[in-house]
């Protein structure tokens, strides 16, 4: 990793990122009488696989314009960054009807379209990094391994707790994401050095 971006930094965005899965998961846990470990594992490895393919996906695309936007790239991550953790604040208040409605279903059919909507942001992540010092490799493995974790982690406590901590957890992840999106916009900016 560089010193633009940290571990710590990368892992923030994470489990930020990993927010959205987290409550579709919930969601799915609440309408299956038991977690076995199969679901489990196939929850995880939807969602943390999207996660880790949409920003490695963004990158490869905006790594090919950034020779014409270098001077602006702050304020595009800035922009996004924000953009998307207010889309999740958003989100946190609409999504109990929505998550109520999951079905139990694993197989491709139920999961693809979820891990899509939920790795949208993540493309957009990915954009992010091809204009900060980061090392896409670890990057995409860190989002992963998170999102996958979180997924599984998320199945388990809607069986057993319920929705009560999904929309704590998005609203926190979308302010996460948008102080990271204020601390490298102050850093380009000069307001700020870390």
């Not at 010193?3 to 987290?22: E, K, N, Q, R, W």
């Not at 969601?27 to 920003?55: I, M, S």
């Not at 922009?79 to 604040?89: Q, V, Y």
């Not at 946190?92 to 279903?105: L, V, Y």
Request: charged share 15%; aromatic share 12%.
């Amino acid at each position: 990793m560089t010193s633009s971006t940290s571990v710590v930094g990368i892992l923030l965005i994470a489990v930020s990122l990993s927010m959205d899965a987290f409550a579709v998961s919930i969601g799915k846990g609440l309408t299956v009488r038991r977690v076995r470990p199969l679901d489990a594992f196939k929850t995880a490895l939807w969602f943390g696989g999207f996660q880790a393919l949409f920003p490695l996906l963004g990158y490869l695309v905006a790594g090919t314009f950034s020779g014409y936007v270098t001077a602006v790239d702050h304020w595009i991550i800035f922009g996004l960054l924000a953009l998307i953790g207010g889309n999740m604040i958003r989100e946190a208040f609409e999504e109990d009807d929505e998550n109520a409605r999951e079905t139990p279903q694993f197989d491709w059919r139920h999961m693809l379209p979820l891990a899509i909507a939920c790795s949208i942001d993540a493309f957009a992540i990915g954009v992010s990094f091809a204009f900060m010092k980061v090392n896409i490799l670890w990057s995409v493995l860190i989002i992963g391994v998170v999102t996958g974790a979180f997924s599984a982690a998320g199945l388990h406590i809607g069986h057993a707790f319920g929705a009560r901590w999904q929309k704590p957890a998005q609203i926190a992840g979308g302010v996460i994401l948008i102080l990271i999106g204020i601390k490298v916009l102050l850093e380009h900016l000069g307001v700020i050095a870390w």
